[in-house]
């Protein structure tokens, strides 16, 4: 028992020594626990919501038709010698297109010119009877019926001359006709006959088509009462129009004609608007999707699509930034896509900031560093 004292009394400060180091090295570490910096508030980008005047458009159907047509036909019968044109080629009004043998027709008009030439001399032959007769007369030497007889057939033989006159210029008129000539300039279509055919004057079916395209008409069938609302309010006459695959056509085509019936299968106007074409993209038949103004709205209110919530519910939210900085939600009600914004119709006013990125970081009631993206959210959409 006396050899055990000792080693207990000299044990006993050590093991205070370890607990004392042990408490005071978890009295540093929960300082320096209660020393650690805290998170920033997060970084979001907003944009700030501004009144502006807003033009609406409709999409709708439309078909594109050629400026002018013109089905080629002959005016005289004949075989077809030759043919001048290229197949798709543009053409000038007045170009040559096909050929008919002339033959007939020049032996025709010759023989009309000699028939003149006999009206004429017969002609000549009674004015001299009779102005012979007349000076005869005066001194009784013929009787008066005689020379109302003379005269008569003075006058018989000028209306001759006038008949074969007018027999020469129609046996011009049809000799020319063998020429085909384009009426109008524009687009040739595919040749339906070929040299060597036989083709009758008047016939049903055309030699060929002609379609200017420059410029071209888009048919758009639009309802009757938004025609109504877009002339009451004095909107743009300016139309675009989409191609079928999507394509923005760049080209800004004028309302030009809008018919003055409706269809009362459909309570459709059919309107015309009138496009440049001089890419000629835009070939009749083609069906595009025009935009044509609408409604125009004086105080309207855009909200990128992006800071737009949809709830399960089927409610629709939107995140704002409050003047202190705080996260607010706010329930919203939109009408209509524009663009890559949708038009708003209540739960925010004018100068709200909302969040269009970073949404996934923050919750409501959270402080937020913003930055404020509107002109440049601005210059992405123009």
């Given amino acids: 028992m006396g050899k055990t004292e000792p080693n207990i009394r000299y044990g006993l400060p050590l093991l205070l020594g370890s607990l004392l180091t042990l408490v005071v090295g978890c009295s540093e570490q929960k300082s320096a626990g209660a020393a650690a910096p805290q998170m920033?508030?997060?970084?979001?980008?907003?944009?700030?919501?501004?009144?502006?005047?807003?033009?609406?458009?409709?999409l709708l159907p439309a078909r594109v038709t050629a400026y002018r047509s013109a089905e080629i036909r002959p005016q005289v019968s004949g075989i077809i010698t030759k043919r001048f044109f290229e197949e798709g080629a543009t053409v000038a009004a007045g170009d040559k297109l096909y050929q008919?043998?002339?033959?007939l027709y020049e032996a025709a008009?010759?023989?009309?010119k000699a028939q003149l030439a006999v009206a004429e001399a017969n002609a000549y032959a009674a004015k001299l009877k009779a102005e012979r007769?007349?000076?005869l007369s005066r001194n009784a030497s013929i009787s008066e019926q005689e020379l109302d007889d003379s005269e008569a057939a003075a006058k018989q033989t000028e209306a001759q001359v006038q008949a074969a006159k007018?027999?020469?210029?129609?046996?011009?008129?049809?000799?020319?006709?063998?020429?085909?000539?384009?009426?109008?300039?524009?687009?040739?279509?595919?040749?339906?006959?070929?040299?060597?055919?036989?083709?009758?004057?008047?016939?049903?079916?055309?030699?060929?088509?002609?379609r200017q395209l420059n410029p071209v008409y888009v048919d758009i069938q639009r309802p009757a009462g938004a025609l109504?609302?877009?002339?009451?309010?004095?909107?743009?006459?300016?139309?675009?129009?989409?191609?079928?695959?999507?394509?923005a056509y760049g080209e800004v085509g004028q309302l030009q004609f809008a018919d003055v019936s409706v269809d009362?299968?459909?309570?459709?106007?059919?309107?015309?608007?009138?496009?440049?074409n001089e890419d000629s993209v835009l070939l009749p038949g083609m069906f595009v999707r025009a935009k044509v103004p609408n409604t125009r709205l004086e105080n309207a209110l855009l909200i990128p699509q992006k800071a737009i919530i949809r709830q399960g519910s089927a409610v629709t939210t939107?995140?704002?930034?409050?003047?202190?900085?705080?996260?607010?939600?706010?329930?919203?009600?939109?009408?209509?896509?524009?663009g890559d914004q949708w038009l708003l119709k209540h739960g925010l006013q004018a100068g709200d900031r909302v969040i269009v990125n970073g949404i996934q970081k923050v919750q409501t009631g959270i402080p937020v560093t913003p930055e404020d993206v509107t002109d440049r959210n601005a210059a992405t959409q123009g």
């Fill in 109 to 112: 008009l010759a023989s009309a």
């Fill in 264 to 276: 009362p299968g459909t309570g459709t106007v059919n309107v015309r608007a009138l496009f440049q």
């Fill in 100 to 103: 008919i043998d002339p033959t």
């Fill in 40 to 58: 920033p508030p997060p970084a979001v980008e907003v944009v700030t919501l501004q009144e502006q005047t807003l033009v609406l458009t409709d």
């Fill in 228 to 247: 109504m609302a877009m002339k009451s309010t004095g909107l743009s006459r300016d139309v675009t129009v989409e191609l079928d695959n999507g394509t």
């Fill in 133 to 135: 007769y007349k000076k």
């Fill in 318 to 338: 939107a995140m704002v930034v409050n003047s202190d900085n705080i996260v607010e939600m706010r329930v919203v009600e939109v009408s209509r896509a524009v």
């Fill in 166 to 210: 007018a027999a020469v210029r129609s046996a011009q008129v049809n000799l020319s006709y063998t020429e085909i000539t384009a009426p109008i300039p524009g687009v040739i279509s595919r040749s339906n006959i070929t040299e060597g055919a036989l083709v009758s004057a008047q016939q049903a079916n055309p030699l060929t088509t002609i």
